[in-house]
């Protein structure tokens, strides 16, 4: 295990992985840090752990990190953090045809920008402390672009892994680690706003793409069935942060596995035709 240098931070801390992420970090006594956007989602934060019996590490901090200004003047009264969790975010589900220029634009400073601003804020602390480790929390989105109607999603983090990638090289001498965590599809709160707006979709009969809203909507319910908890997620992101030599990549999930290694071994015409026929895109509108 790692020495506990100074607290932890995780972002989008009240449901779904960063939820799970930070109970584990309280239970494994961690003083943990987890942003939330508003005082009710702070309560939520609060009961869950005090139902996990960790509530005395456990301390919600009031901050939408997609407010950059506000993060950097927040972050002058906060505590050194040994690691930080950036988890917050969200899926902008939607044709790209379709995609709004605001609703991209509100895409990015959540999936992109903010992590980047938390890990900059971050980093003086890390170097104060010796050291510390940076989680980003990807997906599988971020490295095989499979999901029809999620064209902005990827695009975020496929952004997020590449600056990943570069930060990860530019504070090595630091003595700070960054990993970047992949999860497949796990029961989260994101698949629940995806698929509120691919329902929001399919309501209008215009739209050339409607079956396929119509279908992704089907999927989701079965993730949301199926899915393995966050709770597994949360073991990969506490092995970033605890473990001596911690990886560059946590790839979770076999169906984050085998979309990886489809990708990488697949001729693009063949994923192309598995996914429109997944997505009920196969004939012409």
Request: aromatic share 8%; proline share 4%; glycine share 8%.
């Amino acid at each position: 295990m790692g020495a506990r240098r100074g607290p932890v931070l995780v972002t989008g801390a009240n449901s779904g992985i960063g939820l799970a992420s930070a109970l584990r970090f309280a239970s494994r006594g961690w003083e943990t840090w987890g942003t939330v956007r508003s005082e009710a989602k702070a309560d939520e934060l609060r009961a869950a752990a005090r139902s996990a019996g960790c509530l005395e590490l456990v301390r919600p901090l009031v901050l939408d990190v997609s407010d950059h200004e506000r993060v950097v003047e927040l972050w002058k009264e906060l505590p050194d953090f040994y690691a930080v969790v950036n988890n917050a975010g969200y899926s902008q589900t939607g044709a790209v045809e379709e995609v709004t220029a605001a609703q991209a634009r509100a895409q990015l400073p959540v999936n992109l920008i903010a992590p980047a601003i938390v890990a900059s804020c971050a980093l003086p602390g890390m170097r104060r402390l010796g050291g510390g480790r940076i989680v980003m929390v990807s997906s599988v989105a971020g490295r095989a672009a499979v999901l029809p109607l999620n064209g902005w999603y990827h695009a975020s983090k496929f952004g997020l892994e590449a600056l990943s990638d570069v930060l990860r090289v530019e504070v090595a001498s630091f003595g700070v680690a960054v990993s970047i965590v992949e999860p497949g599809f796990f029961k989260t709160g994101i698949t629940g706003r995806a698929r509120e707006m691919a329902s929001r979709g399919a309501e209008h009969r215009d739209s050339k793409y409607a079956s396929a809203y119509e279908r992704m909507d089907g999927w989701i319910a079965l993730i949301e069935r199926f899915a393995p908890p966050a709770s597994v997620v949360a073991f990969a992101i506490v092995s970033a942060v605890e473990s001596r030599f911690p990886l560059q990549r946590y790839v979770v999930g076999l169906d984050a596995l085998a979309a990886i290694v489809g990708e990488a071994i697949a001729p693009r015409r063949l994923t192309d035709l598995a996914m429109r026929l997944a997505a009920n895109l196969s004939a012409k509108s």
